[in-house]
């Protein structure tokens, strides 16, 4: 099973509303990341977990804020959002390196949310 | 730092023929991955590149790598419509999370 769940599959908020985007897997994988992409670009990584624990965030504003309350979900709380950040939200996981250094594996993303902000 | 190119960005090709898509990376790498995004959609895994000289096949596509030419080339065979969509090459930043994405090729390929 490669399946990463996401919901809402869509979401429309206003700048001053406060929603949550959630993201599920059941692959035992223990990292754990949020990508942000616009129309015909690549995906941007966001933030990444490893082992429920805050590995990277790549300078993203704080209206965006991640968590991870175990190790199968991840939640990204978005708060005062602005027309610009209007976009597909994906959840990607995958599995970890042994021992000290972190390895890059192969990530499976799940199917996306699509934020509209008004 | 580490760049990674696609080229071309954009194919219009038409069924039943052969083309393949280039992606060049900049610095040591040993991985390399293709994914396939359709429209409206998200990423799907199509293959992970290991080593130097790896190639791997699924269906009508087959990935190369040559880490010293530091390129990967995904070959599309025989091509059919299904295969329309837009390809993503990525390369890890050794010893940590992060992907460097290529810009994507957009394939059209028409019936």
Known sequence: DTEVTQTPKHLVMGMTNKKSLKCEQHMGHRAMYWYKQKAKKPPE?????????????????????????NSSLLNLHLHALQPEDSA??????????????AVQETQYFGPGTRLLVL | ELKVEQNPLFLSMQEGKNYTIYCNYSTTSDRLYWYRQDPGKSLE?????LSNGAVKQEGRLMASLDTKARLSTLHITAAV??????????????SNYQLIWGAGTKLIIKP
């Open chain 2, 81 to 94: 419509h299904d295969l329309s969509a837009t390809y993503f090459c990525a390369v890890d930043m050794d």
């Open chain 1, 88 to 101: 597909l939200y994906l959840c990607a996981s995958s599995q970890v390196g042994q021992g000290a250094v």
């Open chain 1, 45 to 69: 990584l966001m933030f990444v977990y490893s082992y429920e624990k805050l590995s990277i965030n790549e300078s993203v504003p704080s209206r965006f804020s991640p968590e991870c309350p």
């Open chain 2, 45 to 49: 895994s199509l293959f992970v590149l």
